[in-house]
């Protein structure tokens, strides 16, 4: 590919390394570990798959074909996240008194909403847990001999029977052993589910027959057989949260290497986000209290301000979840939102590309996705006064094919998110404003504050004195 050479953080090696994709004639192929589909995704989750999204764009903008597979997990993720509980799906199903199903159906359909709101692409493939089990069960069978023994509750994997195991976590420590649950018989504190049996006595809504009897597969098995199935191994990324990296993808590497009867890991990068915290820690559902990305639209900001925010760290720094750093989001977005309107305003004909600006977008992104660098580039490029608007315009239609940002469709109207409260229009609103500037034009204070009151009562603050000029926002 011409350009600057990619270099991607490789979690593996804990360094910096230079890409090119395994096999060429078939272009990059990426697996990322999608959501367990057992509640709605929060801000935190989500900050995952703006990660994976731009690599998938910088992997696209790069001219590598790209074949992108994210699973769908309704089965096997237990309570602990490690090996220990009720399956998080069937304990969501009960604590609501619904079907399984329904629950995953629901819960499936809310994300991909999440994903088409922050202007992420759709992957290759949707990859379902539950359409796997037959190809789990021959996994497992074929891996059972030498690498796994049988207890009362399932099948478990023996960890020390492959070479190097935890090397990804850098090897397993107390803190991380403290995350796994004692399981009666296991031989090593790490040994893990392949097959989980039904308890005796109980029937559970998912639940298959098996050699080891009828019960459900293990969390980490499934994302070995689908990623193997679709993408074969090795391939040459996969994705997910930083929490991944201490259990669960160990987990899939062990198995990798049991099913191949090989060292290798399956994947040859391994790439991990890191935590959106906030000032009580990560964002995590245990703890309850969770933001979505639905009540920030609820509460009148544009899902775009999100991506934004997260755009403005590099994907493997915390970044810290607040009102501030989100309305800042915000802001900026409007900003370059105003600036793109005022180019299309002056834009005459067809536009070129700019070189140089190009390069700087590539050098940036190829940094291991150094997005932070890009942002201040694409500010730069759009107030060069050399350059005509319709090549500035150009320009910016090649920095968002990575940013995915839709700067050259988002409108000023469409950033004003109606509040789900709202109970007043955006006519209305406009409408109440003419008539406060005519009440401060003949100094009618009184009449002007008990508009503003008015509007603050409807979910509308009123932005006397804002440099961006918007005279109003919906009240966060």
């Given amino acids: 590919m011409t350009g600057a050479q990619l270099t991607l953080y490789n979690s593996l090696t804990r360094s910096l390394e230079s890409f090119q994709p395994l096999d060429p004639e078939q272009g990059v192929r990426v697996y990322s570990c999608g959501p367990t589909v057992y509640n709605y995704a929060h801000l935190g989750n989500l900050r995952a798959y ?17 074949t ?16 220990a509980g009720d399956d998080k799906m069937e304990a969501a199903a009960k604590a609501q008194a619904k079907s399984i199903w329904d629950i995953a159906a629901h819960y499936t359909a809310a994300f991909k909403q999440n994903i088409a709101d922050l202007n992420i692409r759709q992957p290759t493939r949707w990859s379902v847990a539950t359409d796997h089990i037959a190809e789990m069960i021959d996994f ?21 029977s492959v070479p190097d195991y935890g090397r990804l976590a850098g090897n397993q420590d107390d803190a991380a052993e403290g995350r796994i649950d004692p399981v009666a018989g296991k031989r090593h504190p790490q040994d893990f589910a ?8 109980e029937q559970r809504q998912m639940e298959w027959d098996s050699p080891w009897g009828k019960g459900a597969p293990g969390w980490h098995l499934e994302c070995s057989v689908m990623s193997i199935k679709y993408l ?10 930083i929490d991944h990296r201490e259990i669960h993808h160990p987990n899939e590497i062990a198995q990798n290497q049991a099913f191949c009867g090989c060292s290798d890991t399956g994947s040859h990068f391994w790439m991990h986000n890191n ?21 920030l639209i609820d509460a009148g900001v544009h899902p775009l301000a999100y991506r934004l925010m997260c755009l403005s760290a590099q994907y493997r720094s915390e970044l810290e979840f607040s009102a501030e750093n989100l309305a800042a989001a915000l802001t900026r977005l409007k900003r370059l939102v105003m600036t793109v309107s005022a180019l299309k305003a002056r834009a005459e004909g067809d536009g070129t590309v700019p070189v140089n600006w190009l390069e700087r977008l590539d050098e940036a992104v190829s940094d291991d996705l150094n997005t932070p660098k890009a942002l201040p580039a694409l500010d730069e490029m759009l107030a060069e006064k050399k350059l005509s608007p319709v090549d500035r315009l150009a320009g910016l239609a090649a920095f968002d094919a990575v940013l995915g940002l839709r700067l050259l469709e988002l409108t000023r109207e469409e950033l004003r998110v109606r509040p789900a409260n709202a109970t007043i229009s955006a006519e209305e609103i406009e409408d109440r404003l003419v008539e406060r500037k005519e009440a401060r034009l003949v100094k009618d204070f009184q009449r002007s504050d008990m508009i503003r009151d008015e509007l603050t009562a409807a979910g509308v603050e009123v932005m006397d004195g804002d440099p961006l000029g918007w005279d109003w926002k919906p009240a966060i």
């Fill in 50 to 66: 703006v990660f994976t999204d731009t690599l998938s764009r910088v992997l696209t903008w790069k001219g590598y074909p790209l």
């Fill in 68 to 83: 992108h597979v994210i699973n769908i997990t309704d089965v096997g993720h237990l309570t602990s996240d490690a090996d």
């Fill in 140 to 160: 497992a069978e074929k891996i059972a001999p030498e690498h796994c023994y049988e207890l009362e509750s399932g099948l478990y994997f023996d960890t020390t």
């Fill in 194 to 201: 392949i097959w989980r049996k039904s308890p005796e006595g």
């Fill in 232 to 241: 074969g191994a090795p391939f040459d990324i996969h994705t997910g949260g």
């Fill in 275 to 295: 935590f959106l915290v906030d000032r009580q820690g990560k964002m995590s559902k245990s703890k309850g209290g969770f933001t979505t990305l639905q009540s």
